[in-house]
């Protein structure tokens, strides 16, 4: 089952990639996937990370978990804009391996004795969410300085790096106690939520702002419907 989440994690990086560095897309498009993203990920951010988070820690510890997070990612996104420009897809990059590390690492966890549906809600939840990013970031990156194969290798070592994480966190954290796992989950947390500040919600509506807001409540009600498929 780890092994299905991870090909779908990898997959859907690497695909999105090559799709945003060779295939045909135009701005509203790349807009429109990308607030679709950002609406799953609200969604998956509260109930898979934050809500365990403060369930099982307390909220003090959440919180801080959250924070920084938020700290690091914009700290990092910061770097990343001053070393290839804010509309160069690095914020996007920066974005799901910034929050896909320690949320892989859970997810690794999570998935131990983890049923069919539950890696059925999980493996769509990731390809929802990391798709559309992935695409539009790769798109950003080949229209700037950067080679299409250099583009792709980029990605695809960010796949290779997040499914490392989440074989790691089902090995090595199975025995971990729920204080170090719910402040990684809120890590987590914190940088997902910078991100749709700073880089999803922002491109999302720059490029469609039209239906920016539709497709965030698609992305949404798509991963509450995973959801439940994944808890029936």
């Not at 945003?20 to 969604?43: N, R």
């Not at 947390?189 to 700073?198: E, I, R």
């Amino acid at each position: 089952m780890v092994l299905i989440v991870v090909l779908v994690v990898s997959g859907a990086l690497v695909a999105g990639a090559v799709w945003g560095a060779y295939g045909s897309m135009g701005k509203q498009t790349e807009g429109f996937l990308v607030a679709l993203a950002g609406g799953a990920l609200l969604l998956s951010v509260t109930t898979e990370l934050i809500e365990p988070a403060v369930e099982r820690a307390g909220l003090s510890v959440a919180a801080l978990a959250v924070a920084t997070g938020a700290g690091l990612f914009t700290g990092i996104d910061y770097l990343v804009s001053r070393k290839w420009g804010s509309d160069s897809g690095g914020g996007l990059l920066a974005s799901i391996t910034l929050d896909g590390i320690p949320e892989n690492l859970a997810l690794g966890v999570a998935l131990i004795g983890a049923g069919a549906p539950e890696v059925a809600a999980l493996a769509g939840s990731i390809l929802l969410s990391n798709l559309p990013e992935a695409a539009g970031g790769a798109k950003q990156m080949a229209q700037g300085r950067m080679s299409k194969g250099k583009v792709i290798a980029l990605w695809a070592a960010t796949a290779a790096l997040l499914s490392v994480a989440a074989i790691a966190g089902n090995i090595l954290l199975a025995n971990v106690g729920e204080g170090p796992l719910s402040f990684i989950r809120g890590l987590a947390a914190g940088a997902v939520v910078a991100s749709l500040a700073t880089e999803v919600f922002p491109q999302g509506f720059k490029d469609d702002h039209h239906w920016a807001g539709i497709a965030t409540a698609l992305g949404l009600l798509a991963a509450l419907a995973l959801g439940q498929l994944g808890s029936g």
